[in-house]
C-alpha cells in the first residue's frame, strides 16, 4: 500500500514539474541585464581558411580579455552556412550568445526584428565614439535613419586576383581596368588553354555582390527610394545580363562553374587552373591553399569605362563583419566592454592582420600593416568605389531570390540554353514576386 | 520485485465488502478506479509535452502573420486568419504556383522511388532467399548505405556528381561517350535523376530488410508443394511469396512513402538552400519559405497542408489495402 501512495505521490508531482516547465520555457522577451556579470558567449563568423584556424586566432585575444576585465567568453565559431539560422532561432527563442558576428549586409534585416542592441549615442559613446569607425563601413549598420544595429569590426572590399605567370604567358602587360579589356585578355588566356576567370554560379550570396556593382555600373538601384523592390527595370535586366554574359556569350568564366557554390573557383585559382578571380580579401585563403603571395598580382575590380570611383564607377560592394549585442543578454556591461576591447587599435591590428582584412576603425586602419600592396588597393577601393547593399529590411530575401534567379541563368547557360534580355527579365520578375508585399 | 507486484495487484483485488481501511464504499472505488488515470498522468502530460504542443502551436503559428518584424515575440504578430492558405493555395499567384510544381515533383519523385526501392528492395531479398556461400557478406554488404551518416552519403554523391571532375561523369562521358558532352547533374533539369538516383540507392536497403524479415515467416513447405506440383521459380513468387508478404508490404509501402514525401536531407545536402526547379522537393520548399524568406507564417500554412494531404493520402491507403485484405481472407 505505501509503494502505491508513494507512487501517486511521485506521479502527482511529475505531473506538476511537467506542467510547470511547460508554462515556463518560451517568454523571454525581457531587454538586457546584467545578471551574470562574469562569462559571456560570443558568436564568431568563420573568417579563416577553417574554424580551427579561426579559434587559434581568437582564443589568445579572448584571454587577453579575460586577464583584463577576468570575464570568461565562451567562444563559438559558426560556418557561414549556419549563422543567420542559428540567429533567427536565437532571435526567436530569446536563447542565443550574449555577443556574435553577424554579415554586415543583414543589418537591417537584423535591426528589423528588434533581437539586436541599437547603437545610440550612449551605447557608442562607451566604446569611444561613432567617429572612430569609417563612413562607408558604418553605411552597413542599418538602415538609413535608425540607429546602428551593429558596429563595424572587418571590413573587406572585392578586388581582381590574378596569376602573374598566366598573364606573362599569354602576353598581357597589365590587369585589365574595363570589361571590355577583360574580355579581350580572356581571348589570349584562352589560346593558352587556361580558364579565364572564375565564379561561384550556384552561391547566392556572391551572385548577389556580383550582380550589385554591375546594377551600380549600369546606375541602377535594386531598390525605389522609399525601399520597394524593382528588380525588373530595363537598367537592372541589363546589368544582371551583362554579367551573365560573362559565360554566355563572352565565354570568359567556364561553363562549369555555374554548379560551384563550395568557393571551387577559389582553389581553380590556387592550383594556377584559372588567369583571374574576383574576391574579397582572398589572400589568407590562397595562402592556405598553397599559393604563394608573389605568384599572384592584386588590381581594382573592372568597371565600364575610366576609372573606379563613385556613381556608376562603383566596382565592389562593402563587405565586411559587424559585432552586435544581443539585446537579452545577461550581461550588458560585460557585452558592452567586449565590444570596446575587439575594436580597440590594438586587437583590430591583430585580428584584421590574421584574416587579411582592413579594420573599420580609423587609427588602426593607418597602421603600417594596412599599407602593402594588396591591401592598400583593398583600403582605396573602400574608400572611394565601394558602396553598401541596400539597407533596407528584407535584404536577405532580395539575396535569396535574385541571386537564385542568377543561379538559375548561370544553370540555362550551362544547360546550353541561350540568355536574352526576355529570359532575364523572367528570372528577375519571377524574383520579385517572391519578396514580401510590405 | 515481488513485492511490488503483490503491491500493485492489491487494490485490484480488494475484496468488495468494502473492509479495506475502513473507509467508506464510495471513496474507496473513486480511489480505485482513479489510480490508473493518476498513475497515467505523468505519460499524458508528457506526451501532450513533446508531441501535440508543438504540433498545435505550428498550426496556431500558420493563422498569423509571423515575419521576421515579429519573430523576436511572436504572441505580438497579428493575426492573419486564412491568408497564409490563401496565399498557399492561389495557384495563380507566384507563391501558390511554385508550391503546386513543387508538389508535383514531390509526388513524381515518391512514387518513381517508392516503386524502385520496393522492386529492387523485394528482388535482392528473393535472390537471398537460398542459402549459399557469401550470402551474409553480400546481406550486410547491401544493408551499408542504409547504415551510413545521411550527411557523409549524400555529400559523397555530390562530389560524385560534379561536372568537371565528378565520377559520374568520367564513366559515362569519358569511359563510356554515352554523351557527347558531360552533363551537368546538380543543377537544371538532370538534377531531378540525381536526386532519384540518390534517394533509391540510400532507400532500397531498408525494403531489402524489411522483405527479408517477411520472407522468413513464410514456409518451406508451401514451396516445396508447389515445387511437386510443378510451379517454376516466377509462379512460386507470383502465387506464393507476393501473396505472403501482402501484410508486410501494405506497412513498407507506406513507410517508405511517408519517408520519402517528407525527406528534407537528401535534397538539402545534394542542392544547398535553393534547389533546382527540377528538384524542388516540397520539404526545402517549405523551409525556404520560412527560413530563408524568414515567413513563418505561410511555411506553417504549407506544413499544415502537407499534413492534411499525408493523413488523407495514409487515410485512404489503409482503408483500402485493409479492406481487400479482409475478403481475401474470407
Known amino acids: 500500500m505505501r509503494s502505491i501512495r508513494a507512487a501517486a505521490v511521485g506521479a502527482v508531482t511529475m505531473s506538476l514539474a511537467l506542467a510547470a516547465t511547460a508554462c515556463g520555457g518560451g517568454s523571454s522577451t525581457g531587454g538586457g541585464s546584467n545578471d551574470s556579470p ?58 542565443g550568445p550574449d555577443v556574435l558576428n553577424i554579415g554586415n549586409t543583414w543589418s537591417a534585416s537584423l535591426q528589423a526584428t528588434g533581437a539586436l542592441l541599437p547603437w545610440d549615442a550612449k551605447n557608442f559613446a562607451k566604446i569611444g565614439g561613432k567617429d572612430r569607425f569609417v563612413d562607408s563601413a558604418l553605411g552597413s549598420t542599418g538602415a538609413e535613419g535608425k540607429d546602428p544595429a551593429a558596429v563595424p569590426l572587418y571590413s573587406m572590399a572585392y578586388a581582381l586576383y590574378y596569376n602573374k605567370k598566366i598573364f606573362a604567358d599569354a602576353g598581357i602587360a597589365k590587369p585589365p581596368v574595363t570589361w571590355d579589356e577583360l574580355i579581350a585578355d580572356g581571348k589570349k588566356i584562352s589560346a593558352k588553354g587556361k580558364s579565364v576567370l572564375g565564379a ?43 554579367y551573365v554574359d560573362l559565360m554566355a556569350k563572352d565565354k570568359v568564366i567556364p561553363t562549369g562553374d555555374a554548379e560551384y557554390a563550395q568557393n571551387q573557383s577559389v582553389s581553380d585559382f590556387a592550383k594556377g587552373k584559372q588567369a583571374m578571380l574576383l574576391w574579397q580579401s582572398a589572400s589568407a585563403n590562397l595562402k592556405s591553399q598553397g599559393m604563394p603571395d608573389s605568384d599572384y598580382g592584386i588590381a581594382p575590380v573592372p568597371v565600364q569605362s575610366g576609372t573606379p570611383g563613385t556613381g556608376t564607377q562603383v566596382n565592389s560592394m562593402v563587405a565586411g563583419i559587424n559585432l552586435a549585442v544581443f539585446k537579452n543578454t545577461k550581461n550588458l556591461d560585460g557585452a558592452t566592454k567586449f565590444v570596446k576591447f575587439m575594436t580597440s587599435d590594438d586587437e583590430q591590428k591583430i585580428l584584421n592582420t590574421a584574416y587579411s582584412s582592413i579594420p573599420p576603425v580609423k587609427t588602426a586602419q593607418e597602421d603600417a600593416a594596412f599599407n602593402t600592396p594588396a591591401n592598400s588597393v583593398l583600403k582605396n577601393t573602400l574608400a572611394t568605389s565601394a558602396s553598401a547593399l541596400p539597407q533596407v529590411a528584407s535584404e536577405s530575401q532580395f539575396e535569396t531570390t535574385v541571386g537564385t534567379a542568377v543561379k538559375n541563368l548561370f544553370a540555362a547557360v550551362a544547360a546550353g540554353k541561350a540568355v536574352t534580355t526576355d529570359s532575364v527579365k523572367a528570372e528577375l520578375e519571377k524574383a520579385q514576386q517572391q519578396m514580401p508585399a510590405a | 520485485m515481488t513485492t511490488t507486484t503483490t503491491a500493485v495487484q492489491e487494490p485490484v483485488r480488494a475484496n468488495p465488502s468494502g473492509t479495506a481501511g475502513g473507509s467508506g464504499r464510495r471513496p474507496g472505488r473513486i480511489r480505485r478506479i482513479g489510480l490508473p488515470y493518476l498513475l497515467l498522468l505523468p505519460a499524458l502530460l508528457l506526451e501532450l509535452l513533446v508531441h501535440l504542443i508543438p504540433m498545435v502551436i505550428g498550426v496556431v503559428m500558420s493563422f498569423k502573420e509571423l515575419t521576421q518584424f515579429y519573430i523576436r515575440d511572436w504572441t505580438t504578430a497579428p493575426w492573419a486568419a486564412f491568408d497564409n492558405y490563401k496565399t498557399s493555395v492561389e495557384f495563380n499567384a507566384p507563391v501558390g504556383k511554385a508550391l503546386l510544381h513543387s508538389f508535383f515533383v514531390t509526388v513524381s519523385f515518391t512514387l518513381l522511388s517508392v516503386g524502385l526501392c520496393w522492386l529492387i528492395g523485394t528482388a535482392a531479398a528473393v535472390f537471398m532467399q537460398d542459402t549459399f556461400r557469401g550470402r551474409g557478406l553480400l546481406r550486410a554488404l547491401f544493408l551499408v548505405p542504409y547504415a551510413l551518416p545521411v550527411y557523409a552519403a549524400v555529400i559523397t554523391w555530390v562530389f560524385m556528381f560534379q561536372h568537371d571532375n565528378g565520377l559520374v561523369n568520367h564513366v559515362l562521358h569519358d569511359q563510356l561517350h554515352l554523351t557527347d558532352k558531360p552533363s551537368f547533374w546538380l543543377i537544371g533539369d538532370n538534377s531531378f535523376y540525381a536526386l532519384l538516383t540518390v534517394s533509391v540507392w540510400k532507400g532500397w536497403p531498408f525494403a531489402f530488410l524489411i522483405v527479408m524479415a517477411g520472407l522468413q515467416n513464410i514456409p518451406r513447405e508451401l514451396y516445396e508443394a508447389a515445387a511437386l506440383d510443378g510451379a517454376g521459380m516466377w509462379q512460386q513468387i507470383r502465387r506464393i511469396t507476393l501473396p505472403s508478404l501482402r501484410p508486410v508490404n501494405q506497412v513498407l509501402v507506406l513507410v517508405l512513402f511517408l519517408w520519402t514525401f517528407n525527406d528534407f536531407n537528401t535534397p538539402y545536402v545534394l542542392f544547398g538552400k535553393s534547389a533546382p526547379e527540377a528538384a524542388d522537393l516540397i520539404s526545402v520548399h517549405i523551409y525556404q519559405a520560412s527560413f530563408v524568406t524568414w515567413n513563418f507564417g505561410t511555411g506553417s500554412a504549407m506544413s499544415v497542408l502537407l499534413l492534411l494531404f499525408l493523413l488523407v493520402v495514409t487515410g485512404v491507403y489503409l482503408v483500402f489495402t485493409s479492406r481487400g485484405r479482409r475478403t481475401a481472407d474470407v
Open chain 1, 200 to 242: 561561384e554560379g550556384g552561391n547566392v550570396s556572391e551572385n548577389i555582390h556580383h550582380t550589385f556593382v554591375f546594377a551600380k555600373q549600369h546606375g541602377a538601384d535594386f531598390f525605389t527610394s522609399d525601399g520597394k523592390p524593382d528588380f525588373t527595370n530595363d537598367n537592372i535586366v541589363a546589368a544582371v545580363k551583362q
Open chain 1, 38 to 95: 562574469k562569462t559571456l558567449t560570443y558568436w564568431a563568423s568563420n573568417q579563416g581558411a577553417s574554424i580551427e584556424i579561426d579559434k587559434k586566432v581568437l582564443q589568445p585575444e579572448l584571454d587577453k580579455f579575460q586577464k583584463q576585465t577576468g570575464i570568461k567568453v565562451k567562444l563559438e565559431v559558426v560556418p557561414w552556412s549556419d549563422l543567420l539560422n542559428r540567429i533567427l532561432t536565437a532571435t526567436t527563442s530569446g536563447q
